[in-house]
């Protein structure tokens, strides 16, 4: 028996190396858009000056290099009003020169399950949030099969010389939406605005918690926050259901008038943007982005 628990011991010992020297490289090594912005926010938190929150919309909508002042880029595909107040609450003691805040405020913000995410893993290791019922598999990056298979082909890609264009920017902005590869923008209209519509309004309370907790967090420290609904493109407006439209954007109103420091902008159908500004439907591609940051830089004054 003696040298069963040996011949064991010895099996599981160079398995459990190898498993934490993968750990270690997910986390640390190798690199993701979720663990770079961890790491630009823990080294330049206390120099940001306006910090852009939210889902795909202002990931790829909304580009730091336009603007003048210290930027940068938090925002995430599926990223929730959750876990945008928990980034800028991680960083609540650095951040003494952060004048602004960016949050979209889109039409599948406020009826989301606040906390679920298809990226909540990546929240857990590289973010170091404490995210809710997350599982172990959630909390340990080589359990997660999406990470280590997504960080292996990085690897093997490398290994081959086979060049990986990193999906953001240096200040965080989302690079992957180019107008070269856009697609059909009434196919994705119809089926993007069907994925987003709400069930029911089950979180919606929760998610107008959340939107002013964050808002009040700004405003009790001075801070300008910016609500934003981007634009979209009419194959994805006229299928919006109304009450749901109507909801969102009477929460982000009600919110500007209530708080000094919050502003609300409605960008869903301006006239400003046209078909060559669409990566799709309801995302903006490099030429919009630019056509948005611009006009953000013109109405947020430093």
Request: hydrophobic share 40%; charged share 25%; proline share 3%.
């Amino acid at each position: 028996m003696k040298k069963f628990y040996i011949k064991t011991l010895l099996f599981i010992l160079p398995v459990i190396l190898l498993a934490t020297v993968i750990e270690i490289s997910l986390r640390y090594q190798i690199p993701n858009e979720f663990a770079y912005k961890r790491q630009y926010m823990d080294a330049n938190s206390n120099k940001v000056e306006m910090l852009i929150l939210g889902s795909s919309h202002t990931y790829y909508g909304i580009d730091p290099a336009y603007f003048s002042h210290e930027t940068f880029n938090a925002a995430a595909s599926s990223q929730s009003l959750f876990y945008d107040f928990e980034i800028i609450k991680k960083y609540q003691h650095r951040i003494e020169h952060l004048q602004t805040v960016i949050l979209p405020v889109s039409y599948f913000s406020l009826f989301n399950d606040y906390a679920l995410n298809k990226n909540k893993s990546q929240y857990a290791v590289y973010w170091g949030i404490k995210v809710p019922q997350a599982s172990l598999i959630d909390n340990i990056a080589v359990l997660n099969i999406q990470s280590v298979y997504r960080e292996l082909k990085k690897i093997l890609f490398a290994a081959l010389n086979i060049d990986i264009d990193f999906p953001c920017t240096e200040f965080g902005w989302g690079k992957a939406y180019n107008s070269k590869d856009s697609k059909d923008l009434v196919t994705t209209g119809k089926t993007s605005a069907e994925r987003h519509k709400a069930e029911d309004f089950t979180f919606i309370t929760k998610n107008i918690k959340i939107l002013r907790s964050i808002v009040e967090f700004c405003n009790e420290r001075n801070i300008d926050i910016w609500l934003i609904t981007t634009p979209c493109y009419a194959t994805y407006r006229q299928h919006l259901d109304p009450h749901q439209l109507s909801s969102t954007v009477e929460a982000a109103s009600l919110m500007a008038k209530e708080y000094d420091h919050c502003r609300y902008i409605n960008l869903l159908d301006s006239d400003m943007f046209t078909d060559t500004d669409f990566y799709d439907a309801d995302h903006l591609n490099e030429i919009g982005a630019r056509k948005l940051s611009m006009l953000l830089k013109e109405m947020i004054k430093p």
